[in-house]
């Protein structure tokens, strides 16, 4: 099993518990699209997007970095920082608290950019045409 599974499974439970509080506010709220004018619906409809955006590639990333071969320790590291930087960024933008808020974003770019850089040296130094 892939170890990405860990935190895949634990930012899809993280997804559900957004999913569920953005139908509660819609429930609450009346409004079944868009965010009715209302500031609260808005803010919970962009955490939920926020999560949604961000959390699928990253996962991608960290998943192709296992699948080719990268270091167990590195993998880790960024997946627990991925995990913490989206519970930053939902508690930040949630609750407007901008320091966790700023946190988040600039710990899920350092994640970003970190599995960019490594699956194009990994591409370029083990992929295929790398070998001819």
Avoid: C, W
């Avoid at 930012?11 to 559900?16: D, E, F, K, R, T």
């Avoid at 957004?18 to 209302?38: C, E, F, N, Q, W």
Wanted: hydrophobic share 50%; net charge positive.
């Amino acid at each position: 099993m892939l170890e990405t599974g860990l935190y895949a499974g634990i930012l899809a439970l993280i997804y559900v518990v957004l999913s569920m509080r953005t139908v509660r506010a819609r429930i609450k709220l009346k409004t079944s699209l868009g965010d009715g004018g209302h500031p609260d619906l808005t803010r919970i409809i962009r955490v939920h997007g926020n999560f949604a955006e961000y959390t699928p590639l990253s996962l991608l990333m960290l998943a192709l970095y296992e699948i080719g071969g990268g270091n167990m320790t590195a993998l880790h590291v960024l997946g627990i920082t991925l995990v913490s930087a989206r519970v930053l960024h939902i508690i930040g933008l949630g609750n407007n608290v901008m320091p966790a808020r700023v946190l988040g974003t600039a710990l899920t770019m350092g994640v970003f950019i970190t599995l960019a850089f490594l699956l194009i040296y990994g591409a370029l130094i083990y992929g295929p045409s790398a070998q001819a």
